[in-house]
């Protein structure tokens, strides 16, 4: 990824963290509802006018890889004063972060509860009922956050990071971004072939017209490879289910939220999927699951009864919960009369997971994709855009 900040204003720093003080500046700077770039930025400043005595030295074993973004030239000061201090860039870091975590203190309730990224997969095995179109929009009006209104509070934005985990790169392509080539390192090699593994993963990383969403909205490219992900998963050495998470760890404290859009199957790679969206340990419930868009036709309600035994089948195969956040009503069209109005009530007295919105089969989603920009870009005030944000306030 170039930068995720605004041309200029912080440079990419590559060091080395210990996994956990790591783990406890993420938890931390969440808890405290701070960025962690900023959270880094205040450690570094605090470390390097505080007194050499008040910097207590910190192990650095299990240390590895660790991407950060500080203000332009602060690292360079960094450096010369480690220099200076006859001590390694790795335990200076460390140093600056452990005193930051430890003066920041939250409260024990607040500790208990990890603040992960946010996980939502958009799945359904049947094709074209809008995964990569409510993907893209819940994406979107997630990264631009919501005004208040006269009974509702304000979402901020979020920086979110939308996934194509789909070898067909709809997603990718309607952004305008390319799709990784066949055999090029990818998402694919990072999940199932870790020795080949040369770069990081969120050097892949792109940013989606940072102007509009603030510099809080950004793609993983689909990769060609994926289309042989379930054969390759079957010879992966290793649990498979975790390959996606496992793949995606090292992106996670750079975003708030990701959304996956996921392929129309059920195979080894969207079992993968399913269960990067588990509910991981203390995770409050319906943070993170899965988002379903269904139409309003008999088939459709086939296709989900078929989805809906794949979770369960993960979730004991894997002795995990799986939240079903709920379901996306999309293409609604009542002009087609009873069938439509019919299976729209079907989905509503499902009651769980809930209809979290019905989106019309309207013309703006199919121009946007037309003209490659991003639906709450392109048509701000359509009734599409409208429900987008609707979903991202039902989804909390
Ligand atoms: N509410 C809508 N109104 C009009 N067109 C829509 C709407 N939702 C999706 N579409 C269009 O329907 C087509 C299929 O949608 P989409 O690609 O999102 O489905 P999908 O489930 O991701 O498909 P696949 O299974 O192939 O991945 C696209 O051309 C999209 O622009
Ligand atoms: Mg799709």
Redesign the pocket.
């Known amino acids: 990824m170039a930068s995720p900040y605004a041309e200029g204003t912080r440079e990419k720093v590559a060091s080395k963290l210990p996994v956990t003080l790591r783990q406890e500046l993420k938890t931390r700077a969440a808890q405290l509802g701070i960025d962690m770039q900023e959270a880094v930025t205040e450690a570094v400043d605090q470390w390097l006018i505080r007194p050499v005595g008040d910097n207590p030295a910190v192990s650095t074993a299990g240390a590895e890889s660790w991407n950060t973004w500080l203000p332009v030239g602060r690292y360079d000061r960094f450096k010369a004063e480690c220099g200076a201090r006859d001590i390694s860039y790795a335990q200076g870091l460390a140093q600056a972060i452990r005193v930051w975590v430890d003066s920041h203190s939250a409260s024990l309730t607040e500790l208990a509860i990890p603040q992960y990224t946010r996980r939502i997969v958009v799945c359904?095995q049947?094709?074209?009922?809008?995964?990569?179109?409510?993907a893209a929009g819940i994406g979107q009006a997630i990264a631009l956050g919501l005004p208040a209104t006269t009974s509702r509070p304000a979402m901020p934005g979020r920086r979110t990071l939308l996934v194509d985990y789909?070898p067909?790169g709809?997603l990718s392509s309607q952004f305008g971004v390319k799709q990784v080539a066949s055999g090029e390192e990818s998402l694919v090699t990072h999940m199932v072939d870790r020795d080949r593994v040369t770069g990081a993963l969120l050097d892949q990383v792109v940013p989606i017209a940072p102007e509009h969403f603030d510099g809080r909205l950004f793609l993983l490219p689909s990769s060609f490879d994926a289309f042989l992900l379930d054969s390759r998963l079957g010879s992966v050495r290793g649990p498979r289910e975790t390959s996606l998470q496992r793949a995606l760890a090292p992106l996670e404290e750079h975003f708030d939220t990701i959304v996956i859009?996921a392929?129309?199957n059920l195979g080894l790679a969207m079992d993968a999927g399913l269960y990067y969206g588990h509910r991981r340990k203390s995770e409050l419930a319906d943070r993170s699951g899965v988002l379903i868009?269904v139409e309003a036709e008999d088939s459709s309600a086939d296709a989900y009864a078929m989805l809906d035994s794949q979770i369960r089948t993960v979730c004991l195969d894997y002795e995990v919960d799986i939240d079903r956040l709920g379901l996306v009503v999309?293409?609604f069209d009542k002009r087609k009369g009873y069938v439509a109005t019919h299976s729209l009530e079907n989905w509503q007295s499902l009651g769980t997971p809930p209809v979290v919105a019905i989106?019309?089969?309207?013309?703006e989603?199919?121009e946007a994709?037309h003209v490659k920009q991003p639906l709450l870009m392109y048509a701000p005030t359509s009734t599409?855009a409208q429900r987008m944000r609707e979903i991202r306030r039902r989804l909390g």
């Open positions: 359904n049947k094709g074209g009922v809008g995964k990569t179109t409510i789909d067909q709809h859009d392929p129309p868009p999309n293409k989106v019309p089969d309207l013309k989603q199919r994709v599409q």
